[in-house]
């Protein structure tokens, strides 16, 4: 029964978190080319999956609560 009730509980944490962005990367401050001043911030890291990104509808940054709305490139 114990081992019925860890599987239960893994399945749910994982697809909790199949829906959403989890490694992150610490972007420090800039300045771009036009003089604008962008803050430091997390991101999550790059790879090649649209759907791996806090911006996509469905995910949700984990630092700020804010949930994603984009739906294609």
Do not use: C, E
């Amino acid at each position: 029964m114990k081992k019925l009730i860890l599987l239960m509980m893994s399945a749910v944490l994982a697809f909790s978190f199949a829906g959403s962005a989890s490694a992150a990367t610490k972007v420090t401050s800039y300045t771009k080319k036009n003089g604008t001043h962008v803050q430091s911030h997390n991101r999550s890291n790059k790879d090649k999956s649209f759907m791996n990104n806090w911006s996509t509808k469905g995910n949700t940054n984990p630092y700020t609560g804010k949930k994603g709305t984009k739906t294609h490139k």
